[in-house]
């Protein structure tokens, strides 16, 4: 079993930027690629960035590419999402996701997902 919490989910402005936090407890955190995913009302739920489990290997939904980095710190088992240049649109519950893949390239696809944080929300206001 893997647990993950997310923090530093709050209000920003248009422009602004926030860094999200995923802190990993359970097994092998290095055994798993990390991914984030976002969810609006009324959509779908998407995928936003994913890191490889050397963090070697980053990828991004187009949306995001150049605003948003995502980052790991193996020693202490956490996950970052730096948001920059923030847009309403950007505005949902942000979820961090772990999966058990020693792959050089991180899944975009969440059913490879096999542990899921609780969420946390990222509204940015106009």
């Known amino acids: 079993q893997v647990q993950l919490v997310e923090s530093g989910g709050g209000l920003a402005q248009t422009g602004g930027s926030g860094r999200l936090s995923c802190a990993a407890s359970?097994?092998?955190?290095?055994?798993?690629?990390m991914g984030w995913f976002r969810q609006a009302p009324g959509k779908e739920r998407e995928f936003v960035a994913a890191i490889n489990w050397s963090g070697g290997s980053t990828d991004y939904v187009y949306s995001v590419k150049g605003r948003f980095t995502v980052s790991r710190d193996n020693p202490k088992n956490t996950v970052y999402l730096q948001m920059n240049n923030l847009k309403p649109e950007d505005t949902a519950v942000y979820y961090c996701?772990?999966?058990?893949?020693?792959?050089?390239?991180?899944?975009?696809?969440?059913?490879?997902?096999?542990?899921w944080g609780q969420g946390t929300q990222v509204t940015v206001s106009s």
């Open positions: 996701a772990a999966d058990l893949n020693l792959n050089w390239k991180p899944s975009r696809d969440p059913h490879e997902y096999d542990y």
């Open positions: 359970g097994r092998t955190f290095t055994a798993y690629a």
